[in-house]
């Protein structure tokens, strides 16, 4: 058994040392140059078609449909926006000259749309309790009290206050509830 092992061991590390030499030897020799002729789809560059502005578009307004034209792009860039249609009521979040391809990376997206000028969104946690029973939907307005209980230690046997915070607020999402913007608000 012992002589078996020992001449398949060597069996392999001449196979190895063959295999090195083989290798070795197609790394050393030249790489064929392949020539491609020229074709009419070779010289002729592909382009896609994307939504181009037409004007330059300022940012924070929706664009319109007459602010858009379809152009050509060699590539497409990620995200980019295939028709007009689909294009047409975006927001840019910055000024995008006149010419330049739109995509969705340069508009606005999610909470941003359905704040007005000047608004900031605020997550505030509720539970069932305060929640008014869970009958509170996207676009409501509600008020927002701070409840406070005076310490044990001091002679008030435990009274609460509660004091109003902001007034007429705007809720943009509560729980799994959430509008699209300029969408109705549905229970769901």
Do not use: C, H, W
Not at 21 to 40: C, D, G, M, Q, Y
Not at 83 to 108: I, N, T
Not at 146 to 158: C, E, F, Q, V, Y
């Amino acid at each position: 058994m012992l002589k078996l092992t020992r001449l398949a061991a060597m069996g392999l590390i001449a196979l190895a040392v063959v295999l090195a030499l083989a290798a070795f030897a197609l790394s050393r020799r030249a790489p064929a140059s392949t020539v491609v002729p020229a074709t009419a789809d070779n010289a002729v560059p592909r382009s896609v078609p994307v939504v181009e502005a037409s004007t330059t578009l300022r940012a924070g307004q929706p664009i319109r449909a007459a602010d858009l034209r379809m152009g050509a792009a060699a590539t497409a860039p990620a995200g980019a926006y295939t028709s007009v249609a689909e294009a047409a009521g975006a927001v840019p979040v910055r000024d995008l000259p006149a010419g330049s391809a739109l995509d969705r990376g340069l508009m606005a997206q999610g909470y941003a749309l359905r704040l007005n000028p000047g608004e900031r969104a605020l997550a505030v946690p509720v539970d069932e309790l305060v929640a008014a029973g869970n009958r509170i939907l996207p676009g409501d307005y509600v008020d927002v009290f701070l409840n406070l209980r005076a310490p044990s230690g001091i002679n008030t046997d435990g009274q609460a206050q509660a004091r109003l915070l902001l007034s007429r607020l705007r809720v943009l999402s509560y729980g799994a509830t959430d509008t699209a913007p300029g969408a109705a608000a549905t229970a769901t």
